[in-house]
């Protein structure tokens, strides 16, 4: 990572400043790495984790394409929130996960940032979508624009592949972060149904 | 009680208070990130208390240079492009691009192939239309009738999955026909789909026509005259709620929309009502093309002959498809070769929202956010 | 022919001394086309609106040598497709319709964004579409090797007639 000059686009890699600069030993105002609570214990922390994981409330950050999928999800068919996310809440400020769904360029650069610094610790990403992992359709040689990939802006914590990706594949990119966040993979045992459809 | 708006500014002019605002006006910034799932759509707001003063569309924010990428590229490799730019109908989009083309370069499209392509694209309306219903009513409060029709599209994008292979951004017609061909299967889901669409509509009445709170907040809110439209270029459903029926379908008609028969619904008042009203008897009216176009379904193939590399004469041309929106027109200069020299895109959305400024003006915020939602706007479609 | 449409081009002849060329409606998807120079442009205007005629799209096309701005209207009674090319003056300018067509309004800012031609009299020219700092990016404008002459891409007078969609067009004009 570092400045990403292609053409005429020429973006400063906000992650790899703020890298640099705690390298530096800088105090920074601004929060990469969340230090975690100031008093450990083992058990409350694995309590609280597995009560974050299993209630994830998304922010509702559609950009394009991408945006339908995750209404989708919040469906009936696919329903998150059978998976915590009960809600989709608009304000950042009551939110612990980001989906990026959809193309971000360089007018909604500051916004994303934004946003990102007006949600409380702790909080997780999920890049989804071709755009925001890396540019999508939109990374060519022409490109004056587009961003190539929201991690050059904010730190990601799960890569959703797909242009769009499935609804679907949208769940197993929470449930990969829900395995994040506590270290198993769904927390609550679940019966084995053999012939059961996969959503 | 209406605050009046100082009128010596002429109609066109909407500039933004660059001087400080009266004592009791402020700014408020709506979005680019905010519930109504319409994109990324930033409205600057000048207000006096709940009454817009003035409203200030900002676009850019989903702008993703797909004219200039068309000049780069030949039309092969920007048929994705045409699926994303409106997400929700992408269909029409692939058609006005294969069709202007077949146009330029005269190359003949089998009737099988055009009759897939009406199929497909009144069925992608309807998703599209399904989908302005739920957010539509979403914005407005209605937490409800987004699961109905979110279930109603869930099945036609199942049928639409198995022929074409994408969910949302579709890349199924070619130059020449369409790339893959429908089956009996098909044919029978999509029977089954038409019965069953057309039971829903008792629900959807049921559940949101009738109520009496639905029609206050939408009676009489975000009123546009037909001179208005015409000033502004409207066309689409929002036109068609103001009184004027016209539908490229009909006024232009290509593929085989001579063929079929089947009505344009217009409003009176052209109030978010009747635009609402417009878009439900189009639902309708697109359950009547299919149905006539599943019966006279002829055999054949579905992709006619097509040179590999297809030769652009050297000149310009262009076409016009009504897509879920309003008029869609791909404008294309070439110069010879395979590549276009300028592809220019007109969407409908683009010039449905520039009424926003005149239209905004002295109403409440809560009826804003009613007309901009029953204008059915999709931002990266504006954006491109 | 419609009697609107003959109205319309009976006017744009007495008051203009424009020619109006009819067009092959099948292959090029208009039905005539004119060029006007940027001082009639607006009269043009005011005549296409009294006669009804609503705003499609404004366009620009780089070519050698004068960059051309591209009008096209239609009509919502009856099929009829209008494109005006306007050649831009040499200060890279028009004058601005979008008093007369407030649909214009947008079409002119985002004309300039991306070729930065300036419309005289158009209240507020700012970006629209690029960000603030891209105010004179002008991304579509062609590189001295891929700008093409103005020849190279219009069409040639007559074109040569497909007997195989002959029927088709017949059809639909």
Not at chain 3, 135 to 162: F, G, I, N, Q
């Amino acid at each position: 990572m570092g400045d990403q000059t292609r053409g005429k686009l020429n973006v400063h890699s906000y992650a790899a400043e703020l890298q640099a600069r705690l390298e530096r030993g800088e105090p920074g105002n601004l929060v990469v790495h969340d230090p975690g609570p100031l008093v450990r214990h083992k058990l409350a922390d694995e309590i609280f984790n597995l009560c974050r994981a299993n209630s994830l409330w998304p922010m509702t950050f559609g950009l394009a394409c991408c945006a339908i999928e995750m209404m989708s999800l919040g469906m009936a068919r696919f329903d998150i929130s059978r998976f915590g996310s009960e809600v989709f809440r608009p304000s950042p400020r009551q939110s612990d996960l980001m989906i990026v769904a959809g193309t971000v360029n360089k007018k909604m650069a500051s916004a994303v940032m934004t946003l990102y610094d007006q949600m409380p610790s702790p909080k997780w990403v999920i890049a989804m979508g071709n755009c925001a992992i890396s540019g999508g359709p939109f990374a060519v040689e022409e490109n004056y624009n587009v961003i190539e990939g929201v991690d050059k802006l904010i730190p990601v914590d799960v890569y959703v592949p797909g242009c769009p990706p499935r609804p679907e594949g949208l769940l197993e990119g929470i449930l990969k972060l829900q395995e994040k966040i506590t270290g198993v993979r769904h927390p609550f045992p679940q019966r084995k149904i053999s012939d059961a459809p996969s959503y | 009680m209406k605050i009046a708006v100082e009128n010596n500014r002429n109609r066109a002019d909407l500039v933004p208070a660059q001087d400080v605002p009266l004592d009791n006006h402020y700014y408020l910034n709506m979005g680019p990130q905010h519930p109504s799932t319409h994109g990324v759509l930033r409205v600057l707001l000048e207000m006096d208390g709940e009454y817009v003063v003035e409203a200030q569309p900002v676009l850019g924010y989903g702008h993703r240079m797909q004219e200039k990428m068309a000049e780069h590229k030949n039309w092969m490799a920007f048929m994705p492009n045409t699926g994303r730019m409106d997400y929700a109908a992408a269909l029409p989009y692939n058609h006005g691009f294969v069709a202007l083309f077949e146009r330029l370069c005269g190359i003949e499209v089998p009737a099988r192939a055009e009759y897939i392509r009406v199929i497909t694209s009144e069925l992608n309306r309807i998703v599209s239309h399904h989908l302005w219903l739920g957010a539509f009513l979403l914005d407005l409060g209605a937490f409800t009738p987004i699961l109905y029709t979110f279930d109603d599209r869930e099945q036609v994008l199942d049928i639409l999955e198995d022929v074409t292979g994408s969910r949302l951004t579709y890349c199924y017609f070619r130059v020449g026909g369409v790339c893959r061909d429908i089956d009996d299967k098909f044919v029978e889901r999509t029977r089954a789909f038409i019965k069953r669409q057309r039971e829903r509509f008792e629900v959807y009445n049921k559940l949101v026509t009738g109520n009496i709170i639905f029609i206050k907040r939408a009676e009489g809110v975000g009123v546009i005259s037909a001179d208005m439209a015409m000033r502004y270029g409207v066309t689409g459903p929002v036109l068609r709620g103001s009184g004027i029926a016209y539908d490229i379908r009909k006024n232009e008609p290509y593929s085989i929309y001579p063929q079929l028969d089947f009505e344009i619904p217009t409003g009176t008042n052209g109030d978010s009502l009747d635009r609402y009203m417009v878009r439900l008897q189009e639902i309708e009216q697109s359950l009547r093309i299919i149905e006539q176009a599943l019966d006279q379904l002829p055999k054949g193939p579905c992709l006619g002959k097509v040179p590999k590399k297809l030769k652009l004469p050297n000149g310009d041309g262009s076409f016009a498809v009504e897509a879920a929106r309003g008029e869609l027109t791909y404008y294309l200069v070439s110069g010879g070769g395979e590549i276009p020299y300028r592809l220019k895109i007109r969407v409908p959305s683009y010039s449905n929202l520039s009424v926003l400024p005149e239209l905004g003006r002295g109403i409440l915020l809560a009826d804003l956010v009613t007309s901009m939602g029953s204008m059915d706007l999709v931002i990266p479609e504006i954006d491109r | 022919m419609h009697p609107a449409t003959e109205k319309l081009i009976g006017a744009l002849r007495s008051e203009l001394s424009l020619e109006v060329r009819p067009c092959d409606y099948y292959q090029r998807g208009y039905h005539y086309e004119i060029e006007v120079e940027a001082g009639q442009l607006r009269t043009l205007a005011a005549i296409l609106l009294q006669e009804k005629m609503f705003l499609v799209f404004v366009g620009g096309l780089h070519v050698k040598p004068a960059m051309r701005i591209i009008y096209q209207f239609a009509s919502y009674e009856r099929a009829c497709r209008l494109l005006v090319r306007v050649p831009v003056a040499a200060d890279n300018s028009l004058p601005t319709i979008s008093d007369i067509y407030q649909g214009a309004n947008w079409h002119e800012r985002e004309t300039r964004d991306f070729y930065g031609v300036n419309f005289v009299g158009h209240p507020y020219l700012k970006p629209l579409i690029l960000a603030e700092e891209d105010v004179d990016l002008k991304p579509l404008l062609k590189k001295e090797a891929d700008l093409k002459d103005l020849a190279e891409v219009s069409w040639t007078a007559p074109e040569a007639a497909e007997s195989k969609t002959d029927q088709k067009r017949a059809e639909l004009s």
